[in-house]
């Protein structure tokens, strides 16, 4: 893709705050911290407009609680045209980790979400959105 160039004029405190983020985040260049915005706005918008869009929910859990490995693959059932592919692992004795892609509308993923992260016993989950471009 060709790179243009163009000029940007911010108050000092904001280019600052601009280099934070390039500090913070290990970016090269002040160029990946803009495009890196730019993409995590554009995310949003089509999360929050409702379009197609991707994204992974991780799940920590006791397996050995309320038969939480049973409830989340009845609940992802639910979604089988979202759930693309789903990764389990035995964390240690106890503790799995369960990370599950998803693609669809936004509504739907955060609805597959809030079920699987609102089931009983879950020790930590979270949806990452990301988009299919
Ligand atoms: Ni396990």
């Given at each position: 893709m060709a790179i243009k160039r163009f000029g940007v004029s911010l108050e000092e405190k904001v280019l600052s705050q601009l280099d934070e983020l390039v500090k913070k985040h290990q970016?090269?260049?002040r160029?990946?911290?803009?495009r890196y915005l730019i993409k995590e706005h554009q995310i949003e918008d089509q999360w929050k407009e409702n379009e197609e869009v991707a994204g992974t929910i991780t799940l920590l859990f006791d397996h050995h609680k309320r038969d939480l490995s049973n409830q989340s693959t009845k609940i992802q059932h639910d979604y089988h045209h979202q759930v693309l592919s789903v990764q389990h692992i035995h964390l240690t004795h106890d503790t799995c980790l369960e990370t599950v892609a998803v693609k669809g509308k936004a509504s739907d993923l955060t609805d597959l979400a809030d079920k699987l992260i609102g089931m009983k016993g879950i020790k930590h989950g979270r949806l990452v959105m990301t988009s299919l471009e």
């Amino acid at each position: 893709m060709a790179i243009k160039r163009f000029g940007v004029s911010l108050e000092e405190k904001v280019l600052s705050q601009l280099d934070e983020l390039v500090k913070k985040h290990q970016f090269p260049n002040r160029s990946q911290a803009i495009r890196y915005l730019i993409k995590e706005h554009q995310i949003e918008d089509q999360w929050k407009e409702n379009e197609e869009v991707a994204g992974t929910i991780t799940l920590l859990f006791d397996h050995h609680k309320r038969d939480l490995s049973n409830q989340s693959t009845k609940i992802q059932h639910d979604y089988h045209h979202q759930v693309l592919s789903v990764q389990h692992i035995h964390l240690t004795h106890d503790t799995c980790l369960e990370t599950v892609a998803v693609k669809g509308k936004a509504s739907d993923l955060t609805d597959l979400a809030d079920k699987l992260i609102g089931m009983k016993g879950i020790k930590h989950g979270r949806l990452v959105m990301t988009s299919l471009e």
